[in-house]
């Protein structure tokens, strides 16, 4: 359910949108106006139909859709004046939202305004470094350096407007939502855009049959990439499939793993670490507990009682069982399972299995260490009920410096996003952060501008 905030936002950049259109330049880019007409028309399909043909990808609650939409509209940029190019863009994600996603109606009007003000301020940022748009061959010239403010202001335009929608709308920090929709492959999407002043290229100098000389290598390419996704995926349903199969083996920590991975993963971005270490963490989190698999452990799991001295000491090994198992997949050598096995290390050195004491510690440890212990207190009990956020809250600082790194401990309690999952999880409100969905442009991985939309 959108706030008040979000229809506030999206009626400011709709009405920035018209002002921008209202003063922008809508001269024509050849002396023929039947050329003019269907260079529009083929540049309206082409970025109908390759919006319209987006990737999707679930992982967990959270969707992506991808496209490669914004090689058109920076191609449109180096082809028409300011008007025409922002029209276009927008007509094509118009239709695309409107027929094939069918969004409800304040956030179609919000894609379609963000976008055509991103063409917008990408046109006038080229041309006001010397761009010129034309399509005569005689007179198309591209200018590096005014390509790349282009390129720059679309991105900037795009991948802002929609981090800000984001985090009205769920209550996120904006550079937060920044990061986790755009962040991680913005440098990626700026490369890929640099097919765009190849398509336009290919246009002036062919037209049609230089659009499909592009085009048709490039789906096939993005072919390839789908498969990737589908591939990457299964992967992590299969780890998922693993994970529950344990978690099965006790009744209260049904689901366990994967709350601790999305806490673990919430904590990572609120601090800002890149895209690869957020995901190792995020994987580690996952598998923190897979040595629980082995067969010694099922007693101690079942038990109703407390454990006693022996059975704590080869319980106390589970970190260690858990990080040889992770160790097994080649790929999750090194910082995974470091943060598996040296999970249970407190802060202050008195933890387990090596006894590491601050900074020492893996920061993916240390940052299990608190998703793992909040998930603990936010799950029911047979001797208490679930506890809310603010006891939480009571119980970490308490515990800072001790068993938790302090530093992450404010990192949690200040996340917009952690009070969001942990009110959900204990029933006071429905999820809203993990269901956000983000549609990002062709990329790398599955987060994380071209083509974004809220």
Not at 96 to 123: C, G, H, T, Y
């Amino acid at each position: 359910m959108l706030n008040r905030a979000f229809y506030l936002y999206a009626a400011i950049v709709t009405g920035l949108t018209a002002i921008v259109l209202l003063f922008s330049g809508w001269s024509l880019s050849t002396t023929d106006q039947s050329a003019q007409w269907n260079a529009l028309a083929a540049f309206l399909v082409l970025g109908f139909l390759t919006e319209a043909s987006y990737l999707k990808l679930r992982v967990g609650r959270t969707e992506t859709q991808s496209s490669v939409a914004f090689i058109a509209f920076i191609a449109s940029v180096l082809l028409f004046d300011t008007g025409w190019a922002a029209a276009s863009a927008g007509l094509a994600v118009l239709g695309v939202e409107s027929v094939i996603k069918r969004k409800a109606p304040v956030r179609i009007l919000f894609n379609v305004s963000q976008m055509a003000l991103a063409v917008s301020i990408s046109s006038l940022a080229y041309k006001s470094l010397g761009g010129s748009f034309s399509l005569d061959a005689d007179r198309f010239r591209l200018v590096p350096g005014a390509l790349a403010a282009a390129v720059a202001a679309y991105f900037m335009i795009n991948s802002a407007a929609v981090s800000i929608a984001v985090a009205l709308a769920f209550g996120e920090r904006i550079p937060a939502a920044w990061r986790r929709i755009a962040g991680a492959s913005l440098a990626y999407d700026v490369f890929a855009s640099l097919l765009g002043p190849l398509l336009a290229f290919l246009y002036v100098k062919w037209q049609i049959p230089g659009i499909l000389l592009l085009i048709l290598p490039l789906y096939f390419v993005r072919h390839l990439y789908q498969i990737t996704l589908q591939l990457e995926q299964v992967n992590r349903d299969l780890l998922e499939l693993m994970v529950k199969a344990i978690e099965a083996r006790d009744p209260y920590t049904s689901g366990h793993s994967q709350r601790v991975s999305l806490l673990a993963e919430v904590i990572a971005r609120e601090l800002g670490l890149g895209a690869k270490l957020v995901e190792q963490i995020r994987t580690a989190a996952l598998l923190h507990d897979v040595g629980k698999i082995h067969e010694e452990y099922a007693p101690l799991l079942q038990k109703e009682g407390k454990l006693d001295a022996t059975e704590k000491a080869l319980m106390q090994t589970h970190s260690s069982r858990s990080a040889e198992l992770v160790g097994t997949i080649s790929a999750f050598r090194g910082a995974i399972t470091d943060a598996v096995r040296h999970h249970h290390e407190n802060y202050d050195g008195t933890g387990y299995p090596s006894g590491l004491q601050g900074n020492a510690i893996p920061v993916g440890a240390r940052i299990i260490m608190i998703a793992d212990t909040v998930d603990a207190m936010t799950t029911d009990r047979p001797y208490r009920k679930a506890l809310g956020f603010d006891r939480v809250s009571q119980e970490l600082r308490k515990y800072a410096g001790k068993q938790f790194d302090p530093n992450l401990v404010e990192a949690f309690l200040q996340s917009s996003a952690a009070k969001h999952l942990i009110a959900a999880r204990i029933g006071e409100e429905k999820p809203s952060i993990a269901d956000t969905t983000a549609y990002l442009p062709w990329r790398r991985s599955r987060r994380k501008t071209g083509g974004v939309s809220a």
